[in-house]
């Protein structure tokens, strides 16, 4: 992830498909994970840990948006929707069934994937720009069903009041408990995806995504990975509105709505379709700006504002900033984030000694 | 190698630039606290879809703030209100409020219905007394199941109620056999009042037809047109946000309804409304909720303005407005008089957030020259009463038509009770 030979050395494929090419490799995840599960939650304080909380809620959807549209090729605006149902699903499970996170996680992500591969449908006979509107309708036919029937939404306010997550009798309140549990399912999202792409499906999914007319010639069965697509990609979605849910404590319409799953879909592209380690730079990415550039603000902003227009200049310069770093980025590398620390490590490669 | 070389050399420059960045901003927000200085926290939103309010809402509440610090703060404190721009989002929002908490915040201002469901949890977790004025969940009236949440303001529950009581009123004191119609924003907060309404039709017989407005709420002629030639109601409640009550005010007037037979809740009321619509002349007649006072003729305003009088400044364009910056006032200070009830119960000391609650719970009668209602907090009762007065636009101004009112108080009682 973090390094590169200088070469390519490789003499059998057992070496070529090795998950550490080298040795640093293995060390270089292992400081990582010691990183951020012994060293980040001991020497951060509560809202450092919630603002790591909210990245680490937004890598799992990223992820799952990304198998859907990096790496298959297909487009959803209506992954906030997918996210509703599964925070509604959950919430419904525990209000009436008292059912605990290691049920209502994979149920709620369940009928998130029935739902996203109904969805999908459509994607078998439209594309682009004309299957993302398809999505569009399925978002707001969703927001709608989940505002207007009070089975699903537990009556008027559509918002159920979901107690935090129980892990051996312990109730997982305080930010730091809920940053270990949201970051089993990070690593958990992490593996899965890693694995899914490496395997039979994900190659299909590329396949598809590169040429589907080629990939159907070459034996792939294109409706059955493409719903395998929605649904996978969903099931992540689902996920991600349930911890969302134990997160608040709340499963809240008003939390999925369109700009969601725009702000999702800003994700990948910003991060980098069609790759994991973009999955999580977007996530970041798109989490931390405006905080980054508040907290910029509120240091140096003195420095260009009186303090009385300081106030309303802040929210406003954070998005004229946070949208121009986002065409910046853009423009310097349209391909992502993980493009352009691709780059970075390729000039280093060899470096200083490049010719 | 070479071609490749000058992008990598442009890679490396933004990536250290992104890293500088990144360093800057980890060495974290400064905002430390000083000495002698009570921290409030405060959600806005000056850019998300709500920001006609904000703009207003927030800079009233500094200059609110200032003016009680410019006469030497609260029992030798001085008070501070850090706002944190969330655009409406949660995400945002959650952040915002960690950050108060860990700035110190001894009390909190929460903006936005969605925002309120998702801190109720924590507020009691965390003991940190917080306001949802005007909106929220109408059942965290009940300060035994809601202990940390204060809507100290009527709420939508309390709004139904006033608006049938008014609507009442102005039909001749009998509504056996009238016609309303109760025009809402298809959301949450656009239905609650509903079984308010439901429950007052047992009991006074008027015929009621309800009318949604799906969101974003800036088409709305074919219900207007269904409401004004189809049904034509005695009088209409409209219960609307954002955009969508000019829109309604504009269709009302080309469909040739009157407007003196439409109420706007409190969020469907302020002068950017009608602005929006039009003009004045537009929404003659037009009547409008508070929750706090409206007009310039208040104490505090002149003493806002005798201060940027003093710094040599024109006051703020905000003051223009007279609905939404009063309501900023109002929020401001009723949290100053929960701190100063706490210093007082404490003995000076910096309060808790658990003190500032009880100080919240003991608020009584802070009228601010009229602008607050006679409120009384208690315990049980984190609404303060419920109070509304009714305004009408009249002749390029809105002239209030009735005192403080609550009504139906026992009808509003038994649906919180029934709220699960």
């Known amino acids: 992830m973090f390094h590169r030979e200088s070469g390519v050395f490789k003499t059998s494929y057992a070496a070529d498909m090795a998950l550490y090419p080298l040795p640093i490799a293995k060390w270089a995840v292992a400081a990582f994970a010691v990183l951020f599960i012994v060293v980040a939650p001991l020497t951060l304080g509560e809202y450092y840990i919630s603002i790591l909380n909210l990245c680490l809620i937004a890598v799992v959807g990223a992820l799952g948006l990304n198998i859907l549209v990096g790496y298959t090729g297909q487009i959803s605006i209506g992954h906030g929707a997918f996210m509703s149902v599964g925070a509604y699903t959950a919430a419904n499970l525990v209000t009436h069934l008292g059912a605990p996170f290691w049920i209502t996680i994979p149920a709620g992500g369940l009928m998130a994937a029935l739902i996203g591969a109904l969805v999908g449908i459509p994607s078998l006979r439209i594309k682009g720009i004309y299957l993302a509107i398809a999505t569009l309708a399925a978002q707001l036919i969703i927001e709608w069903t989940i505002n207007h029937v009070p089975a699903i939404s537990g009556g008027a306010q559509a918002s159920i009041q979901v107690p935090r997550p129980t892990l051996f009798g312990v109730q997982l309140k305080s930010q730091v408990q809920l940053y270990f549990f949201l970051m089993g399912f990070v690593v958990l999202a992490i593996v899965g995806t890693a694995n899914l792409v490496r395997s039979r499906i994900g190659r299909a999914f590329v396949a598809i995504r590169d040429q589907d007319i080629a990939a159907e010639i070459i034996g792939i069965n294109i409706f059955r990975y493409k719903l395998w697509a929605f649904a996978i990609s969903s099931f992540y979605a689902g996920v991600t509105g349930v911890l969302y849910t134990y997160y608040l404590g709340i499963a809240n319409y008003e939390q999925f709505q369109l700009n969601v799953s725009i702000d999702y879909l800003a994700m990948v592209i910003i991060g980098g379709l069609g790759s994991i380690l973009g999955s999580i730079f977007g996530a970041v990415f798109v989490t931390l700006l405006p905080i980054l550039t508040r907290w910029f603000l509120e240091d140096y902003g003195w420095l260009f504002f009186s303090q009385s227009d300081l106030l309303n200049a802040i929210p406003n310069l954070r998005l004229i900033m946070f949208g121009g770093l986002i065409i910046f980025f853009l423009v310097v590398e349209p391909e992502g984030l993980n493009r352009l620390w691709r780059n970075i490590r390729n000039y280093f490669r060899v470096w200083p000694f490049s010719y | ?420």
């Not at chain 2, 903006?111 to 949802?132: C, F, I, V």
């Not at chain 2, 088409?219 to 219960?239: C, K, S, W, Y």
């Not at chain 2, 003659?284 to 706090?292: I, L, S, V």
């Not at chain 2, 609550?406 to 029934?418: H, L």
């Open chain 2, 1 to 420: 190698m070479k071609s490749i070389s000058a992008r990598s050399v442009a890679a490396i420059v933004f990536g250290l630039a992104v890293g500088a960045t990144a360093s800057l901003g980890l060495t974290g927000p400064a905002a430390a606290q000083q000495k002698g200085e009570i921290l409030i926290g405060e959600q806005c939103d000056r850019t998300g879809a709500t920001q006609i309010v904000g703009i207003r809402l927030c800079a009233a509440v500094q200059d609110y703030i200032n003016v009680v610090n410019s006469k030497g703060g609260v029992e030798g404190w001085k008070i501070r209100v850090d706002e944190i721009d969330h655009e409406y989002k949660v995400p945002a929002g959650m952040e915002a409020y960690e950050r108060a908490k860990k700035d110190g915040a001894v009390s909190y201002m929460i903006y936005g219905t969605p925002h309120a469901q998702a801190l109720n949890q924590k507020l009691n977790e965390d003991k940190m007394p917080a306001t949802s004025p005007g909106f929220g969940i109408s059942a965290s009236a009940d300060g035994v199941r809601y202990p940390y949440l204060f809507p100290v303001a009527a709420t939508y529950w309390s709004q139904a109620a006033a608006a049938v009581q008014f609507t009442k009123d102005k039909l001749g004191g009998n509504l056996k056999g009238k016609k309303i119609a109760y025009v809402f924003y298809d959301n949450p907060a656009g239905r609650e009042p509903i079984p308010i309404l439901e429950a007052l039709q047992k009991i006074e017989g008027y015929e009621l037809r309800t009318f949604a407005v799906p969101p974003p709420g800036v088409e709305m002629g074919a219900q207007v047109l269904d409401i004004t030639q189809r049904f034509r109601p005695d009088f209409v409640i409209n219960h609307l946000f954002g955009r969508s009550p000019s829109v309604a005010i504009k269709e009302y007037k080309r469909a040739g309804y009157s407007l003196s037979k439409v109420l706007g809740l409190v969020w469907a009321s302020a002068e950017a409304d009608i602005e929006a619509a039009g003009g004045w002349q537009v929404a003659e007649g037009y009547y409008t909720m508070q929750f706090a006072g409206a007009g310039d003729d208040f104490p505090i305003r002149q003493e806002i303005k005798a201060m940027y009088k003093a710094q040599n400044k024109a006051p703020p364009k905000e003051m223009d407005d007279t609905v939404v910056y009063n309501r900023g006032l109002f929020i401001a200070a009723l949290h100053v008089e929960a701190i100063r009830n706490a210093l007082k119960a404490n003995g000076g000391q910096k309060p808790t957030g658990e003190q500032v609650k009880k100080g919240f719970e003991s608020i009584n009668d802070v009228t601010l020259g009229g602008l607050v209602p006679p409120l009384k907090i208690t315990a049980a009762d984190h609404e303060g009463g419920g109070w509304v007065q009714i305004f009408q636009a009249k002749g390029g101004k809105f002239v209030k038509m009735t005192e403080w009112f609550r009504a139906y108080p026992e009808i509003v009682a038994a649906e919180i009770k029934k709220a699960p």
